[in-house]
Every structure is written in C-alpha cells, then in structure tokens.
C-alpha cells in the first residue's frame, strides 16, 4: 500500500530515496523496480520496471543526484505527452521539492526544462507514445 504522503516510493511503501536503475547503454538507463510518486494533489503516478530514461538529462546535467526519481517521472511524463506540457514540468518541480533537492538546483533545472524541453515533448512519434505508456500508471487523476 502506498502511503498518502507526498513522495517516492516502492511497491512495500518504503520510501525511495534514490531509484535502482541499470546503464544499458550511453545515457540511456532500465528502471530495475517500480517506482511510485505521490503527489501533493493525491494523484499516484507508478513507473514501471524496465522503464528506459536518461537519467536526469544530457549535456551539462549530472546524470543522478536527489532530483533522480523527479528526472525518472518527468521523463515517463514526456515519454507519453501529459496533458500539457507545464505540468509535467511542474510534477517535476514538485517532485524535486519534496525530494529535497536545494532551490536552486531545483529551480536551475525546472528553468532548462521548461525553456528547452519543447523539442523533446513534441518530437515523440505515436509508436514511441503507444510504447511509453505501457510504463506508466496515473491513478487519482
């Protein structure tokens, strides 16, 4: 059962610090367990094992930190074009907080996504957004 406190978790409802995930290949990574997200509205978000992501981004970015299991939702987020594209960003932003990434990391990279992140959100083909969402659960939404 998954606690009704905002954050992230594994399927026991142990609180996940950092997620478990294997390199397969340059900047590309397998989710080894699910992950859960909590959020503050009470939404469940559930990415599933074998999720692939980047960790938290390409070029300057450090792969994972605190802000990992944010960079895991954001990307399954991206991966199947939620809603609108802010507020993946802003679950993003959300989830960092309640990660206890600092503010200006935080900040620093909620302001890259939302001035870059365009160009990943609306490049996903239909078969890649088909493929994703076999990854991803939203529950209370």
């Known amino acids: 059962m998954i606690p009704l406190k905002v954050g992230f978790y594994y399927e026991s409802g142990k609180p996940c610090r950092f997620a478990d995930s294997e390199q397969i290949e340059k900047d590309k990574y397998r989710l080894q367990h699910d992950l859960y997200y909590r959020a503050v509205g009470g939404t469940l978000f559930k990415v599933k094992k ?12 450090k792969h994972f930190g605190k802000y990992t299991n944010a960079a895991i939702l ?13 507020d993946a960003d802003n679950l993003f932003l959300e989830a960092m907080e309640h990660s206890n990434v600092n503010w200006l990391r935080r900040y620093t990279y909620w302001t890259i996504v939302r001035g870059a992140g365009w160009v990943a959100y609306n490049s996903k083909s239909d078969e890649s957004i088909t493929e994703c969402k076999q990854y991803i659960e939203i529950y209370g939404a």
């Not at 954001?74 to 802010?86: F, P, Q, S, T, V």
């Open 50 to 61: 074998g999720f692939i992501h980047d960790g938290a981004s390409k070029g300057f970015l």
């Open 74 to 86: 954001h990307d399954a987020l991206y991966g199947i074009n939620y809603k609108e594209r802010g």
